[in-house]
């Protein structure tokens, strides 16, 4: 069973606007959440986490909420540019020290110019 | 500096045979990760090495798989007894904190096909 949900397997946002990436997790035990960003034929690269003490966290253009109550979390990307097009996954860890990451199956993200 | 490099890219396997997958992880890194993402699906954590010390096995999905770093830097995954399901990418990720956390650097993955 997934713990760690991205409904959207794919998102297009014309450029300078707003995208909204979603996730939604059902293990009560994570208290960690890390986004990650793919291009083709590369690694996934660390973009922006957010502990469960928080409810926002931003860094330049990105900005991730977290709601536990509702478990979910969104990745806000404003403006967005086409260098953004990419696969973002989300991800969750549970405990201090925790190491293993749970992955969501990720959001295809097109930026139209 | 350099990265997290893996080796090969692209490996063609015919049921049954065994493969050798490489990691090179970037120089000092004491956390090394492995994962395995299936086409279509997140990655899915495999194992995890504190140096040269296998501290996690229990994502390997069973005994065909089999991993190691002895020199505590470089590590192979192995997977003996090739089957189709086999078939994914198999990603290697290091960190320079024990246990990495938001730290972990992933390399681009060897995409494994098994015929």
């Known amino acids: 069973d997934q713990q760690v949900k991205q409904n959207s397997p794919s998102l297009s946002v014309q450029e300078g606007r707003i995208s909204i990436l979603n996730c939604d997790y059902t293990n009560s035990m994570f208290d960690y959440f890390l986004w990650y960003k793919k291009y083709p034929a590369e690694g996934p690269t660390f973009l922006i986490s957010i502990s469960s003490i928080k409810d926002k966290n931003e860094d330049g253009r990105f900005t991730v909420f977290l709601n536990k109550s509702a478990k979910h979390l969104s990745l806000h990307i404003v403006p967005s540019q086409p260098g953004d097009s990419a696969v973002y996954f989300c991800a969750a860890v549970s405990g201090a020290g925790s190491y293993q990451l749970t992955f969501g199956k990720g959001t295809k993200l097109s930026v139209i110019p | 500096g350099a990265g997290v490099s893996q080796s090969p890219r692209y490996k063609v396997a015919k049921r049954g045979q065994d493969v050798a997958l490489r990691c090179d992880p970037i120089?000092?890194?004491?956390?090394l990760f492995w994962y395995q993402q299936a086409l279509g699906q997140g990655p899915e954590f495999l194992t995890y090495?504190?140096?040269?010390?296998?501290?996690?096995k229990s994502g390997l999905p069973s005994d065909r798989f089999f991993a190691e770093r002895p020199e505590g830097s470089v590590s192979t995954l192995k997977i003996q007894r090739t089957q189709q399901e086999d078939s994914a990418v198999y990603l290697c990720?290091?960190?320079?904190?024990?246990?990495?956390?938001?730290?972990?650097?992933f390399g681009p993955g060897t995409r494994l096909t098994v015929l």
């Open positions: 120089s000092g890194h004491v956390s």
């Open positions: 990720a290091s960190s320079p904190e024990p246990k990495g956390g938001d730290t972990q650097y």
């Open positions: 090495f504190q140096n040269e010390a296998q501290l996690d």
